[in-house]
């Protein structure tokens, strides 16, 4: 069992915090049996499990144990405090895993006939970036980009929030000017929700391919895109705020694509 | 200028973080401008003020000056590491206020001609209580009953996450055995979301006096409520999730709701 903290191994664990070092080392840490699971559904591959069996509860050890004897897989027993450690925020299921990374690459999105995307352009809080991968994998979005600072889908807090999600939503980093010409060889109509515009966002048209723009928690949407036809619409506010947050927009909105799709 | 941690003011500001504490001074803290505006313009009363000039702006300081020489509120000046012990999380705006608490009572409710309400029973995170109430607000909900653990309106994380809507949001605290009794007098419908349910939601009719009931994030609605009369209503689920967070679910339905009742 590791009980030390200053044990190379779990220093090297605590580090995947650290996108630079996440990204040159290749790999990165889930924690949560839930996240755990969904990534293994979707074809990533564990490389060191640790555990802490006064945290894991049976289900949770059975699993475990089914990885027992795989070659290509460590196992580590882990003290309490170790799994404080390098567990990530203060839920305590027992176990965390080093699963090797796998990038998707923009020139592999493929889309559905009536496709619908959701383009997060410098949305700054991973937690948001996650509830955006919770409600694309509720609402049977075709891909999520991300373009911005916060593009590392392995950061902890996106693989959190996402619920796991994260791991099944084709996701994909891109740069803005390879969106901009996807979008036009897609023939996609660009959404973007504003307080100032006129539409309604249940005036809108939602059947044709649509691409929901998210921009940043302050700024909103970059002026980089107003060179581009953007239809904007709104979501009535009826109260004293002047925004939703974006997450919650971003679900409203997508959610009446979703139900105009389904009367055609 | 206080500039100690152990001053006995600051202390006390300190303790506010705690609901007993806080209940039994009748008294409560706000942090960040656009809360402070919210509280103040929904008529709370600040009883002192503290700021910090190197985190304020000069909007902010505006702000300040407009109280200074006002007998009933006291303005001190801190020390950045004052402040940022007082301030609640690590958003640095220079500004916080101690209010006077109050609160609402249930029998004081006011309900439209086509009410419409939520009610969160054993709701626990206070982010995801502050996320309804932000929702309630822009959604025109006649009001918010908080029923069960946290039901504390002035805790510091659902001022935060409401982005201060819950100073205007009708928002009460009940038991259950009221509420029922409420809704059985005003002949509403209640609504739940539920994995299981055989109806979608944007199948159901919302235009009737509608009550949408949120239960606990692990555990969802309380079994109370099987002896009640419940439309159990669903969000289709297209990817590997099996729930959306409840104040996005909440947001997707009570905007269904309110874009039925603009068709009427």
Do not use: H
Request: hydrophobic share 40%; charged share 25%; proline share 3%.
């Amino acid at each position: 069992m590791l009980v030390s903290l200053s044990n190379e191994k779990i220093k090297k664990i605590v580090k995947l915090r650290d996108p630079a070092f996440r990204k040159e080392a290749g790999v990165f840490i889930v924690d949560g049996p839930r996240e755990f699971r969904r990534a293994v559904n979707e074809g990533l591959e564990p490389i060191e499990i640790f555990y802490c069996k006064e945290y894991c509860n049976n289900e949770i050890m059975d699993m475990i144990s089914g990885y027992l004897g795989k070659n290509e897989i460590t196992i580590f027993e882990v003290s309490g405090k170790v799994y404080e450690k390098i567990s990530y925020g203060n839920r305590k299921d027992g176990i965390a895993a080093v699963f090797k990374a796998v990038y998707r690459k923009f020139c592999d999105i493929k889309l559905s006939g009536q496709p619908m995307i959701i383009i997060a352009d410098g949305v700054e809080k991973p937690g948001n970036i996650g509830a955006l991968l919770r409600t694309a994998d509720c609402a049977g979005i075709d891909a999520v980009i991300l373009i911005g600072a916060n593009t590392d889908i392995y950061n902890p807090n996106i693989i959190r929030s996402s619920t796991g999600t994260v791991f099944s939503v084709p996701c994909f980093s891109a740069q803005r000017d390879e969106v901009i010409e996807f979008l036009k060889i897609n023939r996609f109509t660009v959404f973007s929700a504003c307080p100032d515009a006129e539409k309604l966002y249940t005036e809108q048209d939602f059947t044709v391919p649509s691409a929901f723009i998210f921009g940043s928690e302050d700024k909103g949407v970059s002026n980089f895109w107003d060179d581009y036809s953007i239809e904007k619409i709104k979501i009535r506010m009826q109260g004293i705020a002047d925004s939703l947050n974006v997450s919650v927009s971003a679900a409203i909105i997508i959610f009446e694509a979703v139900r105009q799709r389904s009367l055609k």
